[in-house]
């Protein structure tokens, strides 16, 4: 696989991530104030998601573009 799909799919799971991750944390807030042992781990799942998502963009700078030449 070249470096463009790979930063393309990476570029992909970073966005699912974040958005899902504050989605989650959103629902997670609001179910909480009906039913509190739904809605604090949905709140830490989508919480911790976006972190994640927030991790792969500082590792996404990292690299570099000239690390996976394709020779023909």
Known sequence: ???PKLV???E?????LIYGGLLALVL???VERIDD???W???VGGALAAAAGLALIYVRSRIKPDACKDTF
Do not use: C, F, V
Not at 12 to 16: F, L, R, S, T
């Open 1 to 3: 696989m070249g470096l």
């Open 8 to 10: 393309a799919r990476l």
């Open 12 to 16: 992909a799971i970073i966005w699912i």
């Open 28 to 30: 997670g807030l609001w």
């Open 37 to 39: 042992d739904t809605g």
């Open 41 to 43: 781990p949905l709140a």
